[in-house]
C-alpha cells in the first residue's frame, strides 16, 4: 500500500509558475515510477509527464514540453513539478501517480489531485 499526496495547487495568472509536490509514504519510493496526469472539467485525465525511479528518465506530453519539468527527490520520497509559463488551458486538477515498471502501463496507486486554475 502506498499513500500519495499532493500540495501545491493554486490560483496563478497566465505566465506565471507553480510548483506541486506529491509526498508519498508506505513504499520504497526510489523504486517506482511517478507520473502526473491532470484532468479539466468535462475532460479525460491526461498524461503531463513521467519519471524514473532514479530519475535518470523522464518523459512529457507535448502540451508541456519546455515549460514544465518533472523531478524527484527519493530521500524525502517527495516529487515534483515545476511550471512555468502557464496557461489558461493548463487549468486542471493535478494528480499524481506511481507504477511499478516505466513500460507497464498501469499506475496502481493515485493521490487525491490538487487544483491548478490559470487566469487569463
Known amino acids: 500500500q502506498v499513500h500519495l499526496e499532493e500540495s501545491g495547487g493554486g490560483l496563478v495568472q497566465a505566465g506565471g509558475s507553480l510548483r506541486l509536490s506529491c509526498a508519498a509514504s508506505g513504499r520504497t519510493f526510489s523504486r517506482y515510477v511517478m507520473g502526473w496526469f491532470r484532468q479539466a472539467p468535462g475532460k479525460e485525465r491526461e498524461f503531463v509527464a513521467a519519471?524514473?525511479?532514479?530519475?535518470?528518465?523522464?518523459s512529457y506530453a507535448d502540451s508541456v514540453k519546455g515549460r514544465f519539468t518533472i523531478s524527484r527527490d527519493n530521500a524525502k520520497s517527495t516529487g515534483y513539478l515545476q511550471m512555468n509559463s502557464l496557461k489558461p488551458e493548463d487549468t486542471a486538477v493535478y494528480s499524481c501517480a506511481t507504477k511499478i515498471t516505466w513500460s507497464s502501463g498501469v499506475y496502481d496507486y493515485w493521490g487525491q489531485g490538487t487544483q491548478v486554475t490559470v487566469s487569463s
Open positions: 519519471i524514473s525511479g532514479g530519475g535518470s528518465t523522464t
